[in-house]
């Protein structure tokens, strides 16, 4: 804008245009500007609805109007990503983010718009919402520690847990083992007793070495087959079940 422009007249300079009444304040031309036509310079002030004064200052995140349609100084015509046209002015978006950070300015569209959220949060569109669920046979991991619905962190008695998840016990303790192998070792030393014991009193009761070796041999084959039986069924049940030690 130059103030020192005479404003423009219709049919100046010779011209057949008429500059102030079709050429001002038109879109397609000068606006409310100054307009310069081959020889001709003059200022649209005054000129079909452009103000007296032009209209100037700035507009802080945006744009300003196009010159034709202010009526103020400072007035935005249009704004910054992350901002929106409130009036004639520019205004942020902005709000809080609970369990979570805002987007930054210039990727924000309205209000309260989560970026990212805290430990135990997930995002669901702009908002940050909270892992839950529930955790059966047990109790549910802290919040902050959560990355998915229904997490266990601790389970009930009689339950371990497996993953995120309380499953039945079984693995055997250490005294129920020790408490076995007592009852093993308990029952071979009666079974060996037994078998001697019968072994003697056949020997006595037959007059030649071969009865003797025949009847001991015979008699005390049965204990030591229900011997070795006993000790694999109770291996099987020590070992077979739950986890190895």
Not at 143 to 156: F, I, K, L, V, W
Request: proline residues 4%; glycine residues 12%; aromatic residues 8%.
């Amino acid at each position: 804008w130059q103030k020192d422009q005479a404003q423009c007249v219709d049919g100046a300079a010779d011209y057949a245009i008429n500059f102030c009444s079709q050429w001002c304040g038109t879109g397609g031309w000068a606006g409310c500007g100054t307009y310069v036509h081959e020889a001709y310079p003059c200022s649209c002030a005054g000129c079909n609805g452009c103000p007296i004064s032009p209209r100037g200052g700035s507009c802080t995140n945006g744009k300003l109007r196009p010159q034709n349609q202010r009526t103020a100084d400072d007035q935005c015509g249009s704004c910054d990503p992350g901002y929106f046209l409130a009036g004639t002015a520019c205004q942020a978006w902005a709000g809080s983010c609970q369990n979570g950070q805002l987007r930054s300015q210039a990727q924000r569209t309205g209000y309260n718009q989560c970026e990212s959220c805290n430990p135990g949060y997930y995002l669901v569109e702009t908002a940050c919402q909270a892992w839950g669920g529930s955790c059966q046979n047990g109790q549910l991991r802290p919040q902050a520690q959560r990355t998915a619905d229904n997490q266990c962190g601790s389970c009930s008695s009689g339950y371990q847990l497996t993953g995120a998840m309380c499953q039945v016990t079984t693995t055997r303790t250490a005294s129920s083992v020790t408490s076995t192998l007592t009852t093993i070792t308990m029952v071979t030393s009666t079974l060996s007793v037994t078998s001697t014991v019968s072994t003697t009193t056949l020997a006595s009761q037959e007059s030649s070495t071969f009865s003797v070796v025949e009847s001991s041999g015979a008699s005390g084959l049965w204990p030591r087959v229900g011997l070795a039986v006993l000790v694999i069924v109770l291996a099987v049940c020590i070992c077979g079940v739950g986890p190895r030690w």
